[in-house]
């Protein structure tokens, strides 16, 4: 997939943190089958980098993503592993314009409008609001009041089925999806179900904003 082509498709992005390279393709082409084309290794996984590659190799059309990146240094390892999203839990200006340098979407960790408008001078129109499950759906209508509204804001951390509704509703832009749809120990079947379950909601909810 192309890096400025960051669509409907990928409004879902599947967090598959803990994910062994053994299981990483079998896992990609479940959610891919289920209609989710941007999938994140958060670097805090088992060698994330061989995943992240190994991902990448397998589809031209899906966006494979680094995340809990907190340095320039992975910035360029997930890069040259084919990664073309780089997900952090902060706002660090260096790795939003070392990923913006080298072509690939960023979305930065913030919660605050400063940290917001920090991001957008760096050089990034997408944001992670993380935990979303701290703030909730009202804190980012307020956000939202403020920010440019090209920006896209991406809710991460505590989302499950039942709330994607009111966070579309409050304008994300798009999800970060975890726990409620991976975790290493869940079976393949489960992974199927809650993806597209989770792909369902998410169509019921844009037909009805």
Known sequence: MPPDNFTHQTSLIAILRGVLPSRVLEIGDVLYDAGIRAIEVPLNSPDPFASIAALAAQRSDWL?????????EDV?????AGARLILAPNCNVEVIRRSAARGMHVLPGIATA???FTALDAGTRMLKLF?????????????????????????VGGIGAQDIPRWLAAGAGGFGLGSELF???????????RAAELVQVLKNAQTKT
Do not use: K, M, S
């Open 114 to 116: 400063t940290e917001a």
């Open 64 to 72: 494979i993503g680094a995340g809990t990146v907190l340095n320039t």
């Open 76 to 80: 360029g390892r997930a890069h040259d």
């Open 183 to 193: 975790r290493p120990d869940y079976p393949l079947a489960d992974i199927a179900r």
């Open 131 to 155: 935990p979303a499950v701290t703030y909730g759906p009202r804190h980012l209508e307020a956000l939202g009041a403020v920010l440019p509204r090209d920006v896209r804001v991406f809710p």
